[in-house]
């Protein structure tokens, strides 16, 4: 059965630095890995998606790699503003459809 | 942008009693899926849906749930006999395909009294 976890489950860090969010997951059998943001409230909004074919995609100040072998994923954000204050959510969607969610790093950005 | 939106944002409703929730995906979407989120905990997955009939769904969509396209631009999760633990944020989504990203919505909160 798959699991999905994210460390840390909280993470606090000054504007300005780079900080790197973890994800794993048991199953490496998955269709593709996707990232997402959620801030208080609202509904989820999609980051970055890795197909199972590959390594990392980028999107701006976000940079998200996959290693299917190892069961990792990890999503680098680059020079933290305190707009990116969210919680991030890191999901796979296994071979029969299904999908599964970690339980998120809340991130705090002080200015 | 385009958007999936959900109605209604909150919904109250009394224990054994049926909800629909609503959900309009992205119009050129084929994809739709319904998730949940009891306060606190993860997102779960309950259902995919393809081409006018499930594709995949969740241990948690049993036949308490349903769900349905009943015309060309709403997806529908209906609950019937809710229950207390029924309570959660229930967020709709929305793909092009399979393997591209998935769009949300807002989410409705359901309240079971």
């Known amino acids: 059965k798959q699991e999905v976890t994210q460390i840390p489950a909280a993470l606090s860090v000054p504007e300005g630095e780079n900080l790197v969010l973890n994800c794993s997951f048991t199953?490496?059998?998955?269709?593709?890995l996707q990232w997402f943001r959620q801030d208080p409230g609202k509904g989820l909004t999609s980051l970055l998606l890795?197909?199972?074919?590959?390594r990392e995609q980028t999107s701006g100040r976000l940079n998200a790699s996959l290693d299917k072998s190892s069961g990792r994923s990890t999503l680098y954000i680059a020079a933290s503003q305190p707009g990116d204050s969210a919680t991030y959510l890191c999901a796979v969607m296994n071979r029969d459809d299904k999908i599964i969610f970690g339980k998120g790093t809340r991130l705090h950005i002080l200015p | 942008e385009p958007e999936v939106t959900q109605t209604p944002s909150h919904q109250v409703t009394q224990m054994g009693q049926e909800v629909i929730l609503r959900c309009v995906p992205i119009?050129?979407?084929?994809?739709f899926y319904w998730y949940r989120q009891i306060l606190g905990q993860k997102v779960e997955f309950l259902v995919s849906f393809y081409n006018n009939e499930i594709s995949e769904k969740s241990e948690i969509f049993d036949d308490q749930f349903s769900v349905e396209r009943p015309d060309g631009s709403n997806f529908t999760l209906k609950i019937r006999s809710t229950k207390l633990e029924d309570s959660a944020m229930y967020f709709c989504a929305s793909s092009v395909i399979r393997n591209q990203p998935q769009h949300f919505g807002d989410g409705t909160r359901l309240s079971i009294l």
């Open positions: 199953d490496s059998a998955i269709y593709n």
């Open positions: 119009s050129n979407h084929l994809y």
């Open positions: 890795i197909q199972s074919s590959q």
